[in-house]
Every structure is written in C-alpha cells, then in structure tokens.
C-alpha cells in the first residue's frame, strides 16, 4: 500500500499518513475499537519497523512490528524480561502486578523468567498432554452440540453471550473441575482481573478487590478439597506438583487467574472472529462446506487473522539491538503480534482470509519462546469442535450488522455481533 493508497480513516481517527512519525501512538484503544489499527501498523512496517513512541498514556515504548523481528524478542528472554519492572506483560503498568493504588501483587507464572518460570509452567502442562486432550473431547463435543441445539434458527441473536462466551466458560469449569452450574463465577473474575474503575465492569477499586478475595476464597476451597482427593485438573496439578505445591496464596491466586483469563478471552474472540471471517468470505465458506478436511487450517488461519491478543510486553534487562534499533536498558518493548501476522514478507496476501494457505500455523498469536502459549492445542481443538458441530447443523450463520468490537489495545475481540442462523 502506498501512502497515497491508504484507506480512508474512520470518522475520530487520524488518518496515519497525515501524522509524521513521532506522533504515531498505536496503543490508543480507540484505534482497535474502530478496526482502525491496520492501516497505522502497515505505515510502520514499511517505514519505521521498531517504532519509538515518546509520550503515550502508557509511558514511552518500543513497538516492534514485523515477524521476525517479534521472533527475535520473544526468543530472548534473557535480555528481554517478562517479570522485570512492575508492568509485567502487557503495555499498561500496574494493571497485573504492581505498588499502585488499589492493587494486589499476584504473580504468576506469564509474568515470571525461568527459572522460576519453567517449574510453575510444567505444574499445569499435563492438562494439555495428547492423551488427556483426547480424554476432554468427547465432554466438549457433547456440550459444544447442546449449546449449538438451543439456538434460535432463524432470529437474530448475539453470537458473544449465546456461544463464544457460554462455551469458553463451560470448558474452564472443565479444566478446573469447578462446580458446574457455578460456571458463570469464572467469566466474572477473567472480567475483574483485568478491569479498572470505571471500565463498566468495576465501580471502584475497593469492589475490584472484594471480587478477586471471593475468586481467592473460592479456589482455597478447591485446593484443600483437592490435596485429599486429586483429580486430572488444573487446582490438583497445582497442589500436588514440587514446583507449585508451597507456592504462596498470592501466588496460587495469580496462576489461576492467568489460566481463567489466558483461556477465556482468547479462544471466546477466535470463536466470534471466524463466524465474521466466513461471513465476509463466502467464498471461503463455500470451500469449507465442499471439504471439512480444511477445519483444522481454517482454525489456525482464524487464529491468525483475529489475533485475540494483539500484543505481549517486555523489559530490556540490557542494552540490545533489534531491527537496526538501539533498545536501552529498563525501556518497554511492545512486541505488536497482531502487525507480525500481516507482514508479508512472512506472510502471502496476509490481508486475506484464506482457508487452506500452506503453513497455516505460520503465525505469531500464540507467541513464541519460553512463553509460548500453553494452551494452544486446546484452544485448536475447541475451536475445531465446534465447526464440525456447525457445519453439521446449519448451512450459514450471516452476520446481521457490524459487530462491537473491544476497545482495548491488548484483547482484540467482540463484545457482540448479532447473527442470524440458517438451518
Ligand atoms: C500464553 C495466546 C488459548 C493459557 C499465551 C501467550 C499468547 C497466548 C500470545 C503469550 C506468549 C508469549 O508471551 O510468547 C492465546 C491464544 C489463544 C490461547 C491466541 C486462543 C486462540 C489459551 C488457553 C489457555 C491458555 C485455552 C488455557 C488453558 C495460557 C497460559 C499462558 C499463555 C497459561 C502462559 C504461558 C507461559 O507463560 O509459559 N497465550 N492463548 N491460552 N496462554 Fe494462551
């Protein structure tokens, strides 16, 4: 695309060819509620690959914008931290662990270096062994079908709360063992855990806290249970493993959140994003129809295409060199995989959503390195599930108007998109 070719911006939104380079700020959370943020990484991919924002609501950082470059980053963690300064692993401080006002120092393990890292990782790692995927199948399959049985052919619904939502939180209590019809607990406190005053979801911070202290008190209760009676769950994992069974309460705490968050947000938007991918490629969809044989490449492209987490943060513990850039000791390094996915010097027509690409896994969302997501052949399986179960069903589901998507730089996704089902 040359500048000239820039698609117009949405109405509130600078059009990245009109701002010189040092103005560009591509953390603006409006910039992602808009579906606006593609143009502004395309500018500095090809200009300005690892991008220095001076002044930003999150301070000054780094964003580092082509593929191999991410690579790079997230591969080294001896220089570039996950766990040093207080911001953890995402662009905004304080928000995981922090001093600040409100806050509640809850470590875990995305937010740890090895090798304190590796130990408390391994711990929950069997959830996701072949053997006991292979096991979960069949529960998944049977509520994935449930949940699809009950919904209303022909009316317009949103598909966030009705699916992509029910069906994320129906799999933690399945991971956690957690008291089934007390499900709903679960998607709350992935919601507060990363929620500020006045988001909409919490009115103070005094509310925030009373929240987490029940999720807290909740899962001790899991815990003793489980150090009698284990089971093959994630609590019992943690309570019999060496590397987690001393492990502080607060430290307890913020590995079960990192597991209800890691696993709701991501596999809910993938869920929601490859409805409006087939529906914005009909094309695509006719050639899924014709060969269900292209479910597990369509699922990783999705995956691709929606990137639920459209960023990871790090800390320089040194000074280092990325893509000709000098990085100093202590700066903020925004690893932006959302633009990693649509460089297309990796990547063939990464604009395009296509179904049976070659290396459909050649993509960034589930990061790379020591912290490459451990759940990502859970969240594949999910998300496979539930197209076979679809495509048995339905012969379309057509997205009725735009969907609302999340105004954050961080969860790329959908708070709802109304549907209608085609039987
Ligand atoms: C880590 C994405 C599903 C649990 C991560 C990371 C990303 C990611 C980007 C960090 C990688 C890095 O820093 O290099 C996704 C996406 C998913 C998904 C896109 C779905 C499409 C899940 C599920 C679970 C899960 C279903 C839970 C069972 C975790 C955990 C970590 C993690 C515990 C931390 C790993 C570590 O620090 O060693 N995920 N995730 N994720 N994810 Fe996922």
């Known amino acids: 695309m040359t500048a000239t ?4 911006a949405p109405a509130g939104i600078d059009d990245p060819y009109a701002l010189s380079l040092d103005q560009i700020d591509v953390s603006k959370p409006e910039l992602f509620e808009r579906n606006a943020e593609g143009a502004y990484f395309a500018r500095l991919r090809r200009e300005d690959p690892v991008h220095f924002c001076a002044d930003s609501a999150y301070g000054p950082y780094w964003s580092i914008t082509k593929y191999k470059d991410i690579m790079a980053v997230d591969t080294n963690h001896q220089v570039f931290s996950s766990e040093a300064g207080l911001g953890g692993i995402i662009i905004e401080d304080g928000i995981q662990k922090s001093s600040g006002e409100g806050s509640i120092d809850l470590p875990n393990f995305i937010a740890m270096d090895p090798p304190k890292h590796d130990g408390q990782r391994k711990a929950v790692s069997p959830i996701v062994a ?57 998607t709350r406190w992935s919601d507060v855990a990363t929620a500020e005053p006045g988001s909409g979801i ?43 069974h001393d492990m502080t309460p607060q430290n307890y705490l913020g590995n079960v959140l990192l597991l209800i968050v890691g696993g709701n947000d991501t596999t809910r938007n993938s869920m929601t994003g490859g409805v409006l991918a087939l529906h914005q490629n009909p094309a ?47 700066d903020k390094v925004v690893m932006w995989y959302v633009s990693g996915n649509r460089d297309k010097d990796v990547i063939i027509q990464p604009d395009d959503f296509i179904i049976d690409r070659e290396r459909p896994r050649q993509h960034l969302s589930f990061g790379f390195g020591v912290h490459r997501c451990v759940g990502n052949r859970l969240a594949e399986m999910q998300l496979k599930i539930l197209w076979e179960e679809i495509l048995k069903r339905f012969s379309r589901i057509e997205v009725t108007s735009e969907p ?20």
Not at 163 to 180: C, G, H, K, N, W
Not at 202 to 224: H, K, P, Y
């Open 5 to 8: 070719a820039s698609a117009a």
């Open 130 to 186: 072949p053997a006991n995927l292979a096991n979960l199948e069949g529960t998944i399959r049977e509520r994935v079908g449930r949940v699809l049985d009950g919904l209303p052919v022909g009316e317009e619904f949103d598909w966030v709360p009705a699916v992509s939502i029910e069906l994320t939180t129906q799999m933690l209590a399945t991971l956690f063992d957690f008291p089934f019809e007390e499900r709903s607990k679960l």
């Open 202 to 244: 919490v009115d103070s911070w005094e509310q925030r806290t009373s929240e987490i202290m029940e999720c807290a008190e909740c899962f001790q209760g899991l815990w003793n249970e489980r150090m009698e009676k284990p089971g093959m769950d994630l609590v019992s994992m943690m309570a019999h493993s060496p590397a987690t």
């Open 284 to 330: 695509e969809f006719a050639k899924l129809k014709a060969n269900h044989g292209l479910i597990d490449s369509m699922v990783s492209e999705t995956i691709r295409w929606q990137t639920p987490l459209a960023h990871m943060r790090r800390t320089a513990l040194a000074d280092a060199e990325v893509g000709g850039k000098t990085i100093r000791k202590g």
């Open 404 to 423: 609302v998507r999340t105004r954050s730089n961080f969860v790329r996704g959908y708070a709802s998109m109304p549907v209608r089902l085609h039987a």
